[in-house]
């Protein structure tokens, strides 16, 4: 005989299962028929063991693979990579001395040659 | 580059040289008017400060005069031999080439997710309704921090997908880092999948855009390989406040004039506006990378108004970049409140600015440099107001207590007199206001001739009320952004940077807290200011009240122009009325059926809203958010560890006890998440389970 304080543990886990199986998005019946079966091989129980039976379940029943597309893979809301590179174009933001710059290199190439850099 | 590339390129030129002589001869007139009104005909330095303020002020809106007088006769004519929809005549819905395919790309961080796929339902149905969906995919590229949203955009797009049946045509991916933001989002896709397109036309959060103007787009640019970037000049829509409602009509009313305008003098080298635009894909990627600008500070970093620069880098690649001026189904919404628009002017006021470093980059376009300049002075131009008016207040006030100068260094003959010749004072002053009103004047002109009884815009009358209404509280409103521009530019220059605050875009009104809290400081200045001048000089007071009266008011203002309830009060009595809400095109009709649906059925007590809590309790949630998850790769002990400790605070105190940055971790970590949903459903005490959305149904 169950006291007063396992029945109302058992409700809580009844509730709680029941709560799982409505959340689940499965058509009715089944998540019903899962929510007895885990009830009555538990027992009298915790939520925790409910729960788990519950879990053991699904997993029994192919449930647990989370959300699959329709052929029955895993789930990808992106299209397979093709990649490319996308490099950052050079902005030149002081052009007027950029300029300057090569024209001495060039004055100074002209006059002393190339090599006289080295 | 093919002769019709020199043809417009040649007609460009003589076009742009036309607008530099049409600006500059009235500039210089208005300056030489305005030497002669001043007490020392332009002498003093106070008065060659304030004559150069006024030279640049002037030129600036006289380029809105005649790009708007350009873009009335232009529409006058029948026939624009560079406008890019000729390409379409004689073109049917359909997209010949299966190799022409579109992605079309909506960036979002952190928005309202039901309104994100409200907008993506439209656009896709109007699509599929012209048979050419086939070409086109769609992605969701998310950029959100807030970890309730981001569960929100999984269920969101896992729904819409199944409603459609469009997996493998509609794909949502988070980015876990911002960098670059909305530019690198975009550049983000471009590196993973931009080479399976040829287009990709860029959304904003809120824009919707009809499926034949889409298919016409992708016609445009496969009928014109030299076009990089079509832009499309998109309607202000679906907003109900008053200050968005007048501003959709003014969108609506003179937006085409002005697009024309632009069309005509920018052709090739048009402007990219960041969004309800076709990109050409191969050169984007190849050309448009945006470097991070060297430097801390404001003017350093991620490029803040991108598209400006990808438009100049696109037009250097040698790409043209065209408005396609006349091609509706195109919407936007506006800013519902002043306060937005001000948040979101704060972002573009600083992105502006530091095109000023970008400026004299090498090979950009004249055209693009042009519009370099031109975005940095849309905000620029607040501070020269504000310091032309602060100018001539000194002025005023300086007059009544400084000594005029009668007798100069040089010798005169006679002594300099101080002459006031107010008639020459009007006679600028009225000259200005035709070159801000004349064209609302053109626009009424081009409504009644193409609508002779205006039924769209509610009538004639209406109409030409609504014109006047909508330049009053334009009157109104400009001396407060004024005010608050100055301040961003100069917060920008002294180093305040700007963050990336979410904007907002339904129409919850603005509380008088929130309006005080931003205005109070301009409405004592105003005070002040007015005070000052009347006191010292009550003539010239006059003269400044309209600016004086409008800062005073600042507060009333912000909050009255933000009311829905105003806003729709002006709808009933027949004013702000614009073509779209008279008769309301079938994808925004479709848009507010969407958004009328209710939200799917749950057993548990949770709203959509409470994504993180959705993801950890209920089991489908969760499920779908740990599917998406990419591959993840346990960490080192210590990262493990504090996960760990994160999932025991978490059923120790409840779910409010974290942080959303915490949030964010457990859902970016699937084997924690699940822990935790285990746990959570084991959780024995009622209070403790009540906290995770587990109420106890009642059964008995």
Not at chain 2, 179 to 190: E, I, M, P, T, Y
Request: hydrophobic share 45%; aromatic share 12%.
């Amino acid at each position: 005989m169950t006291s007063i304080r396992d029945t109302d543990r058992w409700r809580i886990s009844r509730d709680r299962v029941l709560l799982y199986v409505r959340a689940l998005n499965l058509p009715p019946y089944k998540g019903l028929d899962l929510a007895v079966e885990s009830l009555k091989r538990t027992g009298p129980s915790s939520a925790a063991e409910s729960m788990e039976s519950l879990r053991a379940l699904l997993k029994e029943h192919g449930l647990d693979r989370g959300v699959l597309d329709s052929e029955g893979k895993h789930l990808a809301s992106v299209p397979p990579l093709n990649r490319s590179v996308m490099v950052p174009e050079e902005l030149d933001r002081v052009p007027w001395r950029t300029s300057f710059v090569q024209f001495l290199r060039r004055w100074k190439n002209d006059l002393f040659g190339k090599g006289c850099a080295r | 580059m093919t002769a019709f590339e020199l043809d417009w390129s040649r007609s460009a030129g003589r076009r742009r040289l036309l607008l530099i002589f049409l600006v500059l001869a009235p500039t210089f007139i208005a300056c030489g008017t305005m030497a002669s009104i001043l007490p020392s005909r332009g002498g003093s330095p106070l008065e060659i400060v304030l004559l150069a303020v006024f030279a640049v002020l002037f030129a600036w809106i006289s380029v809105g005069f005649w790009t708007a007088l350009m873009g009335f006769f232009l529409l006058l004519q029948r026939r624009n031999r560079y406008s890019v929809s000729n390409v379409c005549e004689g073109l049917g819905f359909s997209i010949e080439n299966p190799h022409a395919r579109t992605a079309v790309l909506i960036p979002i961080y952190n928005e309202d997710v039901k309104r994100v796929f409200a907008g993506l339902k439209t656009v896709y149905d109007s699509l599929a309704a012209t048979g050419s969906l086939d070409r086109f995919d769609f992605f969701v590229l998310s950029d959100t921090t807030d970890p309730d949203v981001w569960v929100q955009e999984e269920e969101g797009w896992h729904r819409f997908c199944t409603e459609q049946d469009a997996f493998g045509r509609v794909f949502y991916r988070k980015r876990r880092s911002n960098a670059k933001r909305k530019s690198g989002n975009v550049a983000d896709f471009c590196r993973r999948w931009g080479k399976n397109y040829r287009y990709m036309i860029v959304f904003d959060a809120d824009s919707i855009m009809a499926g034949r103007t889409m298919v016409r787009m992708v016609q445009m640019m496969e009928a014109r390989p030299d076009i990089g970037i079509l832009q499309t000049p998109p309607a202000g829509v679906n907003r109900e406040t008053l200050l968005a409602r007048a501003q959709q009509f003014a969108n609506r009313v003179y937006g085409p004039m002005f697009a024309a305008g632009l069309h005509f003098w920018q052709l090739g080298d048009a402007q990219y506006w960041g969004h309800n635009a076709i990109i050409r894909v191969e050169p984007f990627i190849r050309h448009c990378e945006l470097p991070r600008l060297p430097g801390k500070g404001p003017l350093g970093g991620d490029i803040l108004s991108h598209d400006f620069v990808e438009s100049a880098l696109m037009r250097r690649a040698g790409y043209g970049v065209w408005l396609a001026y006349d091609l509706d189904g195109s919407y936007e919404e506006t800013p519902p409140t002043l306060l937005d628009e001000l948040k979101r002017d704060r972002r573009w006021c600083q992105g502006n600015l530091q095109h000023l470093r970008l400026i004299f980059s090498r090979g950009f376009f004249p055209a693009h440099r042009a519009l370099f300049l031109n975005g940095i002075l849309s905000y620029g131009s607040a501070l020269l107001w504000l310091a032309f008016l602060l100018i001539s207040s000194a002025q005023a006030v300086a007059e009544v207590y400084l000594e005029p100068v009668y007798f100069l260094d040089t010798k005169t003959l006679f002594p300099q007199w101080p002459v006031w010749r107010p008639h020459w004072a009007l006679a600028l002053l009225g000259s200005t206001a035709v070159l801000l009103f004349l064209p609302k004047f053109f626009s009424y002109a081009l409504a009644l001739l193409r609508d002779p009884a205006a039924r769209l815009y509610g009538g004639r009358l209406r109409l030409a009320c609504g014109i006047l209404l909508e330049v009053a509280l334009s009157t109104l409103l400009a001396p407060v952004r004024m005010l608050h521009h100055s301040v961003f530019i100069l917060s920008t220059i002294l180093g305040k940077n700007v963050g990336w605050p979410t904007q907002s875009r339904d129409d919850r009104g603005t509380p008088w807290a929130d309006a005080v809290d931003v205005h109070w400081w301009g409405t004592i200045l105003g005070i002040l200011w007015g005070a000052l001048v009347y006191l010292t000089n009550p003539s010239f007071f006059w003269w400044i009240s309209p600016i004086i009266l409008s800062l005073v008011l600042s507060i009333p203002l912000s909050v009255l122009t933000s009311r829905a309830s105003l806003g729709k009060a002006f709808r009933r009595a027949g004013f702000f009325t614009t073509p779209e809400e008279t008769e309301p095109p079938l994808e925004l009709r479709e848009l507010a059926k969407t958004l009328q649906e209710e939200a799917p059925y749950s057993p548990l007590p949770l709203s959509p809203r409470q994504g993180f809590l959705r993801a950890v309790t209920d089991p489908c949630v969760h499920a779908l958010h740990t599917s998406l998850l990419l591959r993840y790769k346990k960490g080192a002990p210590a990262r493990e560890e504090a996960r760990q400790a994160l999932v025991e605070k978490a059923l120790r105190s409840g779910p409010d006890s974290l942080s959303s940055k915490e949030k964010m971790t457990l859902l970016n970590d699937p084997f924690h998440l699940a822990e935790l949903h285990r746990r959570v459903w084991e959780l024995e005490d009622d209070k403790q389970a009540a906290r995770w959305g587990l109420s106890q149904p009642s059964v008995d």
